[in-house]
Nanobody, 115 residues
């Protein structure tokens, strides 16, 4: 079992920045990649960014050049630095990982970009 707890969401103006954190606990030795997904109202869940233990990183097309994912292995924590935020970035952001074939999700954190 793995538990994921996100933090750092909130309300920000267009052009602003936020940093999300996701702390993993439990069977963390089995974690390879960790990822951020987001889901806007009425839409499906989409990949924002994924980082593997070896450091390989994948970004969704809509966030390339604006968002940065990073990982602190010692703290079992993954971060998402979000810059130049746009209203269309408004969504619930979820942390995700797969351990021994089982997928785990955090509870989600709301990010709202509005003036």
């Amino acid at each position: 079992q793995v538990q994921l707890v996100e933090s750092g969401g909130g309300l920000v103006q267009p052009g602003g920045s936020l940093r999300l954190s996701c702390a993993a606990s439990g069977s963390v030795f089995g974690i390879n990649a960790m990822a951020w997904y987001r889901q806007a109202p009425g839409e499906g869940r989409e990949l924002v960014a994924r980082i593997a233990r070896a450091g390989n990183i994948v970004y969704g097309d809509s966030v390339k050049g604006r968002f940065t994912i990073s990982r602190d292995g010692a703290k079992n924590t993954v971060y998402l630095q979000m810059n130049t935020l746009k209203p269309e970035d408004t969504a619930v952001y979820y942390c995700e990982t797969v351990v021994f074939g089982s997928q785990y999700w955090g509870q989600g954190t709301q990010v709202t970009v509005s003036s």
